[in-house]
Every structure is written in structure tokens, then in C-alpha cells.
């Protein structure tokens, strides 16, 4: 039976030693290993924001990051699987049907995403999807992967009501999909960030989920806008491993030794690059989060979520990468030839750091979109 703890709020540092345990093993093998998989599913790591009905926490957006915030402090690559595994609010999208195939059997579904676009093409029963989804975090250890696909008929993009494209989420089985061995990289290892193709596979339409009428649960967590609940994690987690660069460099300061003999920790620079770099992360960690919590009080109200807002969670996420760098850069430099040695704390938080801020919602073209918000222009992307 799976246990799920009373508070998510709790589950990172309940795992922490199993974390801690595995992180040779996660650098060795380019993935998580099976029995850490194990374990976050069964604490509920998977499920922040699953529907009650199929025994999720169904939690405020503001938690569900402090929980991604809270893995990135402990392991980044760990933390970017939990957030790229939390995929059950698709249950609050399907209609019952689709949740039996997936839920129905009592097991913990895991799941993989991405954002990128496949086609869809529409036959008997379903749709025939395709594709070809680069880093898919944690594809190997999942059951499902849940993909964004581009509708398509008689060749062309087919629109919406609205006049937009028509843009739907899949679930499809593990056994549909194939995996390229493509994660050899600096970074971030532990996430197995492979690649994905899918060709012709049939996904029966109750595995699809339209993102652009109101969910089928009618709570408030499920009546906003559905990507926010999505593309701040990557956000809260690299603020995260921020962190965790400056509490390991302040605990380095405090018995290295400078060229002079002294302590690093009694250095006036290494004082003032300590105290600069943790005000700005924490004052990058309350801009996300006071922005994750007007997601929260407007959905909990009933109102709908405003184009401003969601330009403000935008800037706010741009702003914490931002940070987020220059603080990873400024511990590194600050350790010295320390940094630059395997094993050292710092100088795989950097990697890890450094590739998880590659990722497209970390990019600098984001503040331009959010500032033409500003100026009242339409901001020129189509998910923002």
C-alpha cells in the first residue's frame, strides 16, 4: 500500500538520507536509481498535485514549490525529476474513463513530460500521435509520459472555437515510446534527460485532455490557468541548489585558508559575498512565491487569472534564474581552487545549477515577453 505523508511540506527532508545515499550512484549511472524512484513515489512526491479523489494532496501552487525548493537544497537532479513527474493534475482533465486506465489498477502512476509539440492526427477512437520530445526527464523510470501534441486535419493545424490552435495533452503508455540514449552531459545527470520518439501511436481519446475548456473538477485548483501549475518548478528548484551553493561555500569558508594563513571566513570579501548572495536569493525566493500565492488567492476566489499575473509569474521566474546564476558563479569563484575538484559539494552544485538554467523557461527572451505585457503588447508566445 502506498503511504503518503500528512504534509508535503515534510517529504524532502524525510528522504533526505536516501537522497544523500544515492548521489554516487545517480552521477555513475545518468539516472535515478529504481529504489529512489521507490521511495519518492510511495511519500507522495509524485503526487503534490494530484486530485484528492485519486489520493493526491491537491496542493496550493505556493507549497507544491517550496517542496521543489526543498529537493533542489538536497539534490538537483532529484528535484527536477519531482517536478517534471508531477502530472496527476491530468486526472483533474480526463473524464473517469481515462483516470481508470491510468489509476485504476491502485498503483502509484510515475510519470514523464514535455512541453515540446508532436502531431495529432485524428482516427477511429482516438488520435495517432508522433513525435520526437528532446529531454524528457526521468522517461526511464515512468509509466506514462505525458506530451503536448498539435492537432492536425487534412494536413493542416486544426483551431479551436476560439480560433487558436489546438493544442491537447497525451498519455501514453511507457511501451509506446522509444528512449535515445542522448543524456551525456556536464550536469544535472542524475535527471536521465533522454530523448523521445513516438511514431503513429494510438492514443485513445479518454488519454486526452483538452487544455482549453474548463477541467472536468471543478475545484478551484483546476479552474486556473493549468500551465502555471507547470513552469515555475524548474524556478523554485534551481533556487533550490542556490542555496545549497551558499550554506556549502560558508561551511568551506570556515576552515580553508587563504594565501595569508587566515581563514576564509574571516575575509571581508568572502563576508560581503556571502551576505549580497543570500539577500538577493532570498528575496528572489519571496518574489516567486508572493506571485505563486496570487495564482492561489485568485483561483480561490473564483477570478479568473489575469494576463498580468501570469507576466508577473513569468519575470519572477527570469528574475530567480537570474540570481540563481550569479550566486553559483560567485560561490564557485569565492571556493577558489576548491570549486574545481569532483567531490567537492560546490563544484557539482554549479554543474548541476548551471544545466538546470539552460532550460527554455530560464531563457532571457522571457523578461522581454513579460515586459511587453508592461506596454500592453501582446507578449508573443503561445504558452505564457
Not at 495529432?120 to 506514462?144: H, I, Q, T
Not at 505563486?292 to 477570478?303: C, I, K, M, T
Amino acid at each position: 500500500m502506498t503511504m503518503q505523508m500528512a504534509d508535503p511540506l515534510d517529504i524532502p527532508a524525510e528522504l533526505e538520507p536516501a537522497i544523500r545515499a544515492a548521489a554516487g550512484e545517480m552521477e555513475a549511472g545518468r539516472d535515478l536509481p529504481e529504489k529512489l524512484v521507490r521511495e519518492l513515489r510511495d511519500s507522495g512526491a509524485f503526487r503534490l498535485l494530484t486530485p484528492r479523489e485519486l489520493g493526491g494532496f491537491e496542493a496550493p501552487l505556493e507549497t507544491v514549490l517550496k517542496v521543489y525548493e526543498g529537493f533542489g537544497r538536497l539534490d538537483a537532479s532529484v528535484g527536477w525529476i519531482v517536478w517534471n513527474a508531477n502530472w496527476g493534475f491530468i486526472g483533474a482533465l480526463l473524464d473517469e474513463p481515462g483516470n481508470a486506465r491510468i489509476w485504476g489498477s491502485g498503483a502509484e502512476p510515475v510519470f514523464a513530460s514535455s512541453s515540446m509539440l508532436g502531431t495529432a492526427v485524428p482516427c477511429e477512437g482516438g488520435y495517432r500521435l508522433s513525435g520526437y520530445w528532446k529531454l524528457v526527464s526521468g522517461v526511464n523510470r515512468a509509466d506514462w509520459l505525458a506530451a503536448a501534441g498539435l492537432v492536425m486535419e487534412d494536413g493542416s493545424v486544426r483551431l479551436t472555437e476560439a480560433g487558436v490552435p489546438d493544442v491537447r495533452f497525451f498519455a501514453l503508455r511507457r511501451d509506446q515510446l522509444s528512449v535515445k540514449d542522448t543524456w551525456h552531459v556536464s550536469g544535472l545527470l542524475g535527471s536521465g534527460s533522454n530523448d523521445v520518439v513516438v511514431e503513429d501511436a494510438m492514443v485513445p481519446g479518454e488519454l486526452v485532455a483538452r487544455v482549453d475548456v474548463p477541467a472536468r473538477v471543478r475545484r478551484p485548483r483546476y479552474q486556473g490557468y493549468i500551465p502555471a501549475l507547470v513552469l515555475p518548478g524548474c524556478s523554485a528548484v534551481v533556487l533550490g541548489v542556490a542555496q545549497a551553493a551558499i550554506d556549502e561555500t560558508v561551511a568551506l569558508a570556515l576552515s580553508k585558508r587563504t594565501a595569508t594563513g587566515g581563514r576564509l571566513a574571516e575575509s571581508a570579501h568572502a563576508q560581503a559575498v556571502i551576505a549580497r548572495s543570500e539577500a538577493a536569493l532570498r528575496a528572489a525566493r519571496l518574489l516567486l512565491l508572493s506571485t505563486a500565492r496570487d495564482f492561489d488567492l485568485a483561483v480561490g476566489s473564483a477570478e479568473p487569472v489575469t494576463l498580468e499575473q501570469r507576466a508577473a509569474l513569468r519575470a519572477a521566474m527570469s528574475h530567480a534564474a537570474q540570481v540563481s546564476r550569479d550566486v553559483l558563479a560567485a560561490m564557485y569563484e569565492l571556493g577558489s581552487s576548491a570549486s574545481i575538484y569532483q567531490g567537492n559539494a560546490v563544484e557539482r552544485l554549479f554543474r548541476d545549477g548551471m544545466v538546470a538554467l539552460q532550460h527554455h523557461n530560464h531563457s532571457a527572451g522571457l523578461f522581454e515577453a513579460a515586459g511587453r505585457v508592461r506596454f500592453g503588447i501582446d507578449p508573443g508566445l503561445p504558452v505564457f
